[in-house]
């Protein structure tokens, strides 16, 4: 049933957990809090799943017994999109512990451990630091949100707290749908004395901007230097195939103009994309003119999986994968997954 995902989860880490079938020395190096992460999933059986899920418990057991006979090379992928339900944080977290019972990060036919190419940056004078605070959030709020929270910015806006904001450049996003509540989204929009709407195409934010930017597209632009960290090491160009129509420009070069305007040239001490990158490549050998004929270079990766030498390191607290968090509990979420009925 739609809502159910978590359910299935807690379920299927039951089986592994009642059954002994997980993998226990696995579990013993890498995890933390195991024994409190067993006490609180025991009431999550099969049967307790079919009344929320519609599944049938033989049907949950036999896929469990399954991916644990082909562990670890057995994984469930956390998927790419992460906000469905409203409990989409313990889902994923709930994804990442029935992979650790399976004994899957770090080991073949799992999840391998990614490697990155390392360019240098290209260099600049050091930022300023901002006399202010974030504005996306206030103290103690999202204690776990690295990233900046774009509807954080829109309460700002709306709220004039923890400081006024009267513009926005919105960059390559129709805010409009892909903020939740769009009602807040226009009246936020409303109280702003600017809104500078940079894209290729007439979206329904564009139809609110004071001034649009008309940006070249994928294929009229270089891009900055494309280095994920993937299976193999590598440094990727996207590069322009056709130059662009009327007076669209690329983003680098509407950044580097409106820098110019604002004084700031001190920041992009380059006078196009081209030296931009060839500065970049120069620092690990390699140049524009090679990347340009071969559109993908390969690095010198490193082990993939723990037994290869791989380093065993997880992001939190304890340095193990954490079956129980405390850091979750001190902000008072559960340290265990916990699932919640959706709405009807």
Do not use: C
């Not at 504005?135 to 999202?142: L, M, N």
């Not at 929009?189 to 597209?217: F, H, T, Y």
């Not at 509990?329 to 919640?340: L, M």
């Amino acid at each position: 049933r739609p809502g159910t995902d978590l359910a299935l989860l807690l379920a299927w880490m039951n089986v592994l957990v009642s059954e002994e079938r997980y993998d226990k020395a696995y579990v013993e190096r890498y995890g933390f809090g195991f024994e409190h992460f067993k006490a609180r999933i025991a009431g999550y059986t099969p049967e307790w799943a079919y009344a929320e899920t519609g599944i049938p418990p033989g049907l949950i057991r036999k896929t469990a017994r399954e991916m644990a006979a082909n562990a670890p090379a057995t994984l469930v992928h956390p998927g790419r999109h992460v906000t469905w339900y409203g409990n989409d944080t313990q889902r994923s977290r709930a994804i990442a512990l029935l992979n650790a019972l399976l004994g899957s990060w770090g080991r073949k036919g799992g999840f391998y451990v990614p490697s990155r190419m390392q360019i240098p940056r290209h260099p600049h004078p050091p930022y300023p630091k901002p006399k202010r605070g974030r504005v996306d959030r206030e103290a103690g709020t999202y204690p776990f949100a690295e990233e900046m929270l774009s509807t954080g910015i829109r309460r700002a806006t709306l709220t004039g707290s923890p400081y006024p904001v009267k513009g926005w450049i919105v960059y390559g996003t129709n805010l409009i749908h892909s903020l939740p509540n769009p009602e807040e989204t226009v009246e936020a929009i409303r109280k702003l004395d600017l809104l500078v709407v940079i894209d290729i195409i007439p979206s329904e934010i564009a139809g609110w901007a004071d001034v649009i930017l008309p940006e070249a597209n994928y294929l009229e632009r270089y891009d900055d230097l494309n280095t994920p960290a993937f299976r193999e090491p590598f440094v990727s160009l996207r590069q322009p195939v056709v130059s662009p129509p009327g007076d669209q420009k690329p983003n680098w070069w509407i950044a580097r103009a409106l820098a110019g305007k604002l004084g700031l040239e001190a920041f992009f001490p380059w006078k196009d994309i081209e030296e931009y990158l060839q500065t970049r490549l120069a620092g690990v050998g390699l140049s524009l003119e090679e990347l340009k004929r071969r559109g993908v270079v390969r690095g010198k990766g490193g082990p993939r999986y723990f037994e290869e030498g791989a380093e065993a390191r997880f992001p939190t607290r304890s340095g193990k994968i954490e079956f129980y968090s405390v850091p979750l509990e001190e902000a008072g979420f559960d340290p265990v997954p916990r699932y919640t009925r959706p709405p009807a």
